[in-house]
């Protein structure tokens, strides 16, 4: 049962600490996305990569976050110095990327729950 | 800018009602419209919708797509207490990025 695994699952942190979070995207899978989602904003699209390279990241905050692809198997995102107003849940999801529309279905992780006090 | 607007916001109705989502959306170059539903966890994968007029059908869920008039629509009968969430549209622009609405949350009352 194929699945995106995400780590950890919770983090609560203080402000100004790095935090980092993971994702392994479906075996195969060439496109993968990090999403925020919170009560006010609902989900935002925050990055997302392409045979591991990045191809939009227009909805992060480039100052503090960072995203990458070290392999195809694992996709980071990083924020330093975290804020309060970072908590959320981050969802990381991958997609076949076919070339036809049927890749665009994209299976979602189960989150991570950052708390930034 | 991309854009996709889910009506009603909230929904509350007895179980074993038929309900209508509504999602209406602006975007370049539409692909593809997605619906997702989503508990307390992630979203999870409902329908994907490219063609006009067909209907996709899942047990009691069914959404059908208008491109002319640029919108979907989520149906589900005789609603269960287990069809209580929040449900997702989102649609793939001419900028490859999956733009969501703010989503529907449905209640379902025993």
């Known amino acids: 049962d194929a699945r995106v695994t995400q780590t950890p699952r919770d983090k609560v942190t203080e402000m100004g600490q790095e935090v980092t979070m993971r994702c392994q995207p479906i075996?195969?899978?060439?496109?993968v996305f990090w999403y925020r989602q919170t009560m006010m904003q609902g989900l935002e699209l925050l990055a997302y990569f392409r045979n591991r390279a990045p191809l939009d990241d227009s909805g992060m905050p480039k100052d503090r976050f960072s995203a990458e692809m070290p392999d195809a198997t694992l996709a980071t995102l990083k924020i330093q110095p975290s804020e309060p107003r970072d908590s959320a849940v981050y969802f990381c999801?991958?997609?076949?990327?076919?070339?036809?529309?049927?890749?665009?279905?994209?299976?979602f992780g189960p989150g991570t729950r950052l708390t930034v006090l | 800018e991309d854009k996709v607007v889910q009506s009603p916001l909230s929904l509350v109705v007895h179980e074993g009602d038929t309900v209508t989502l509504n999602c209406s959306y602006e975007?370049?170059?539409?692909?593809?419209l997605l619906w997702y539903k989503q508990e307390k966890k992630a979203p999870t994968f409902l329908f994907m919708l490219t063609s006009s007029g067909i209907e996709k059908k899942s047990g009691r869920l069914s959404s059908i797509l208008d491109k002319k008039e640029l919108f979907s629509i989520l149906n589900i009968t005789a609603t269960q207490t287990g069809d209580s969430a929040v449900y997702l549209c989102a649609v793939y622009g001419g900028a490859q990025k999956l733009v969501f609405g703010q989503g529907t949350r449905l209640t379902i009352n025993p």
């Open positions: 999801a991958s997609a076949p990327g076919l070339a036809g529309t049927e890749g665009d279905t994209q299976y």
């Open positions: 975007v370049t170059n539409f692909r593809s």
């Open positions: 075996l195969g899978h060439n496109t």
